[in-house]
């Protein structure tokens, strides 16, 4: 989940042992790279960048600081708007000698390969998040020198699992009329996805997809977005949103709006959006594991650093695979974020 929004630079609580690394700009490379505390144990200066510090994307760092905190390190984040200043953020970070690990959470897979390969000629070892970090969109698994694992789930699967929302949500309806809200289509991720929407239902003339628009990932712009691509189609059947948070807030609007006929869908999983399929005001969402994914790619980091066997990839694939939730297979199942 991903919400573009005025570059900055998070540096997040740190113990008092790390708490003076910083980012000092091109200060080349040195001994102080947090490698080692005084007891001679590995010590995490991390680096995050991202674009995405909405509710989702706290919840994974929230889970990269529960493997880092506890070894005395910390987490550095880095909110970048777009793939250019995320690779100008890489260039700084690897030259400031301050940090012994990267996770990146790319707004574009084949623009980050500069990063990575930067960090490797560095010694830097890098983590993919949630996007793969490479030219192939459809391979999970590490594709350049230097990204150690892959913290990510298959945009395929990830696409598949959305056509299987639509599929549920537009049983009742021939055709089906829908409305589609992203949160960006320059991020890869969501563009992947459309393709395989578009290739799976986009031949089927049940299947009619009457608007498309973004949301920023922003839940209030949700709202107004779907209610104003509703407007112009108040004959639309289904609404697809880019989040959880985004569908809660739909939900809100078609009550008020007395419109009881229109069938909403989430992605994420959220602990809103599972209550809200318990409740049988949301059809469905997407499984996502945000915390999970920090947890993995900080843990990658820490294993790497100390020489020990990275997390399998099989292994991170099976804890991040994207799952088509209903009321009928939800279970008791919890969300991670929202």
Known sequence: MRKNTQRRVLVL??????????????????????????????????????????????VQIEGMESVVEPLGGKVTVFDSDNAESQNSDCMDIVSSGQYNGIM???????????????????????????????????????????????????????????????????????????????????????????????????????????????DGYNPEQGRQVAAELLSGNPDANVILNSGDSSAVQVISMLEEEGRDDIVVLGDGASRQGVEAIKAGTLLGTTRLAPRTMGEVAATALVQSNRGED?????????????????ADNIGDFEGQWG
């Open 13 to 58: 609580a740190a113990t008092a042992a790390t708490a003076a690394l910083a980012l000092t700009g091109c200060s080349g490379g040195t001994d102080d790279t947090g490698g080692d505390g005084e007891s001679g144990e590995f010590v995490p200066s991390f680096a995050f960048i991202t674009g995405d510090i909405s509710d989702f994307g706290q």
């Open 310 to 326: 990275v997390i399998s990839q099989e292994e991170i694939a099976d804890q991040l695979a994207p799952i088509a939730f209903t």
């Open 104 to 214: 990146l959470n790319a707004l574009s897979g084949a623009g980050a390969v500069p990063c990575a390969e930067a960090a490797a000629e560095a010694g830097i070892p890098v983590v993919a998040v949630e996007t793969v970090v490479g030219p192939d969109a459809t391979k999970i698994e590490p594709q350049v020198d230097g990204v150690i694992a892959s913290a990510v789930f298959s945009n395929e699967d990830a696409g598949m699992a959305t056509v299987e929302l639509l599929k549920e949500g537009c049983a009742d309806f021939d055709p089906c009329k829908y409305i589609h809200i992203v949160g960006s289509q320059q991020y890869e991720l969501e563009a992947n996805k459309l393709k395989v929407i578009e290739r799976e239902l986009g031949g089927d003339s049940k299947y009619e997809r009457v608007a498309l628009g973004e």
